[in-house]
Nanobody, 125 residues
């Protein structure tokens, strides 16, 4: 599976962005899908993860009520909608899927197999 993330940029606090992650080499229909982020000097952390049947969505406490995850199977693309962005959301954002489809994995980076290249999100006035 190859993943290509896009949609990052510079946004003011309170603004919104939608990140995209286009997949090739396999369809994402039956994969658990996830977004992670890494800020300078910090470890990669989970943002939001969703099960292979769009169940059991996990949200990091810091993004609850502001971020959401979705997928468009026809476009083989997953999305991260980010609203009410804060300066502390500044990071490189990565999409990820595990090694096999139809598999539950914990929402941790070391459970993921395939990664997008990352897209920079900067929240600043």
């Amino acid at each position: 599976v190859q993943l290509q993330a896009s949609g990052g940029g510079l946004v003011q606090p309170g603004g919104s962005l939608r990140l995209s992650c286009a997949a090739s080499g396999s369809t994402l229909d039956d994969y658990a899908i996830s977004w992670f982020r890494q800020a300078p000097g910090k470890e990669r952390e989970e943002v939001i993860c969703m099960g292979s049947s769009d169940e059991n969505t996990y949200y990091a406490d810091s993004v609850k009520g502001r971020f959401s995850i979705s997928r468009d199977n026809a476009k083989n693309t997953l999305f991260l909608q980010m609203n009410n962005l804060k300066p502390e959301d500044t990071a490189i954002y990565y999409c990820a899927v595990p090694a096999t489809s139809k598999t539950y994995v914990p929402c941790k980076h070391y459970w993921q197999k395939f990664w997008g290249q990352g897209t920079q999100v900067t929240v600043s006035s």
